[in-house]
């Protein structure tokens, strides 16, 4: 492992986002007296993604002029906040964003989420792969787990563990490629991960979806709703949470609830990119059940 560098005065700040805890990231950034430039500007950086995945866009949009002095990862985030503040023209927003080349791992890690977003992993790659940044690494890895590519996945991972073992995005990705394995044996572990990181930290919704994904890769559909009802609690707005509250009501035979579901997660993002994917299915399927006509006898 390599040699650990000096307690990052970021610490809990990147903690906290890292496990969804938003608003305590915010409160962490505003505690702190940094002298520091580049530190100052990472603590900014990472308190407007607390503010994108809040959904107030504006005050990003606001406080980030769109003015080439502005910090590369800044720009970065910015950009971030204008794909996802206007769902109806993400196209156009991907289709005509900047063709500057980007160099810092928050600017980059943006580009990337934004192609993660538009389902393009491929793109997504393009922008971290080869970069030694735990953050770029992360990303690197969920890019290519998208691709079903979890031999290159583990292959990143083994390059994480020589950045920081210990990181929390390092223990993260452990827990998506365990849940992306075909052994029933790694999804339990991967629940092991997000519990010990709830009881270290604090519960969120993103880490009670890690640990219902879990489940649900195990069909244990009833303990699956149970963590999410304690998710919804926490968030009754959490993208993941609809979804998945959907996809396990409707193992669970509650045809009412998944459907009462997915209509909340319409309302919250009506042109999300896995509605359109659910679109095209459904789309799909009847198609197909058109070509099988009951015959009467």
């Known amino acids: 492992m390599a040699e650990k560098e000096e307690v990052d005065i970021l610490y809990d700040v990147k903690t906290n986002y890292y496990i969804g805890n938003y608003q305590q990231c915010i409160n962490e950034a505003q505690k702190l007296k940094i002298n520091d430039l580049l530190k100052t500007i990472e603590r900014d950086a990472f308190v407007y993604r607390c503010y994108i995945q809040q959904k107030k866009y504006r005050v990003v949009l606001d406080e980030i002029k769109p003015l080439p002095a502005v910090n590369e990862s800044l720009r970065g985030v910015r950009q971030f906040a204008e794909y996802m503040m206007r769902p109806n023209h993400r196209d156009s927003i991907v289709n005509n964003l900047p063709l500057e080349t980007f160099v810092e791992p928050i600017a980059l890690s943006m580009r990337a989420m ?74 339990q572990d991967a629940y092991y991960i997000y519990q010990e990181l709830a009881d270290k930290h604090t519960t969120t919704p993103l880490l009670l979806n890690g640990m219902a994904v879990a489940y649900m890769q195990q069909c244990k559909w009833d303990d699956a709703e149970g963590v999410l009802k304690e998710a919804i609690d926490k968030d009754t707005h959490y993208i993941d949470t609809l979804l ?54």
């Open 114 to 187: 934004i192609h993660l977003q538009q389902r393009d992993p491929e793109s997504a790659l393009m922008m971290v792969r080869n970069v030694d940044h735990i953050e770029c690494v992360a990303l690197t890895i969920q890019s290519l787990l998208a691709m079903d590519r979890s031999d290159l996945a583990k292959k990143e991972f083994k390059r994480m563990q020589e950045i920081d073992e210990d990181h929390i995005l390092t223990q993260l990705s452990q827990a998506w490629i365990y849940l992306s394995s075909q052994n029933s044996d790694k999804y």
């Open 244 to 297: 998945n509250l959907s996809v396990c009501s409707q193992h669970l035979g509650k045809s009412t609830d998944a459907n009462r579901y997915l209509i909340q997660l319409r309302d919250q993002e009506q042109s999300s990119l896995i509605l359109g994917y659910i679109d095209e299915k459904m789309v799909e399927f009847d198609r197909l059940a058109s070509q099988y006509k009951s015959t009467v006898y």
